[in-house]
């Protein structure tokens, strides 16, 4: 079965500071990845995906993450914080067989600080 | 497009009371799920439906019931609350059953049971 640690669960940066949130995955064989967002109050919304193309993953709002299986990692960066930012991050990692589903981390918790 | 919808939004209720969370979409979407999110656990997998007129457990399915009543809608019964249970309730679908397809997620439903 596929799990995914995220370390820190809650993380602070400066606005205009570069955003690392960390996810390592445990895993036999490659599986998907994917970022989720959750802003106060509302459901989680895709970020980004990985599932076996280019390594390195663009998603929306300036964020982006790198597959490096040798380091069993998939970390979510950003080069320079917004405000708008704030929010839980969640990791999540699937296999690749036809109906596996997610398997979520625990999140973590982003503050930008002004 | 509203997307996912979930009612109700807040829900208490007293130890041994039933109650029915409703979910739809309006995305033509073949498989829904239901997730719920604890504080440091992330989101667990309780009940998912791959298409309409399945049902499969999921990680937590324990004191949970569901039903697909129809493509749009995938409700799920608390028979029997127990404090337990308390905890925000996530409904999400999916175009198909398959991890890399995205899922979009409604709002959220806040349960207490006391």
């Known amino acids: 079965a596929q799990s995914v640690t995220q370390l820190g669960s809650h993380v602070s940066v400066s606005e205009g500071a570069l955003v690392l949130l960390r996810c390592n995955y445990s895993s036999s064989v490659p599986p998907y990845l994917f970022w989720y967002v959750q802003y106060p109050n509302q459901g989680l919304q895709l970020l980004l995906k990985?599932?076996?193309?280019?390594?390195l993953v663009k998603g929306i709002n300036g964020f982006e993450a790198e597959f490096k299986k040798s380091e069993t990692s998939f970390h979510l960066t950003k080069p320079s914080a917004h405000m708008s930012d704030a929010a839980e991050y969640f990791c999540?990692?699937?296999?690749?067989?036809?109906?596996?589903?997610?398997?979520f981390g625990t999140g973590t918790r982003l503050t930008i600080i002004p | 497009n509203a997307g996912v919808t979930q009612t109700p939004k807040f829900q208490v209720l007293k130890t041994g009371q039933s109650m029915t969370l409703q979910c739809a979409q309006d995305m033509n979407h073949n498989s829904m799920y239901w997730y719920r999110q604890d504080p440091g656990m992330g989101l667990r997998l309780i009940y998912y439906?791959?298409?309409?007129?399945?049902?499969d457990k999921g990680e937590v399915p324990n004191g949970y019931n569901v039903s697909r009543l129809n493509k749009r809608e995938f409700s799920l019964r608390l028979e029997s609350a127990a404090p337990s249970q308390t905890s925000v309730y996530f409904c999400?679908?999916?175009?198909?059953?398959?991890?890399?397809?995205?899922?979009?997620f409604g709002p959220g439903t806040r349960l207490t049971v006391t």
């Open positions: 999540a990692v699937s296999g690749r067989r036809g109906n596996e589903k997610l398997t």
């Open positions: 999400a679908s999916s175009e198909m059953a398959g991890a890399s397809y995205e899922q979009y």
């Open positions: 439906s791959a298409s309409e007129g399945t049902t």
């Open positions: 990985y599932t076996s193309a280019a390594t």
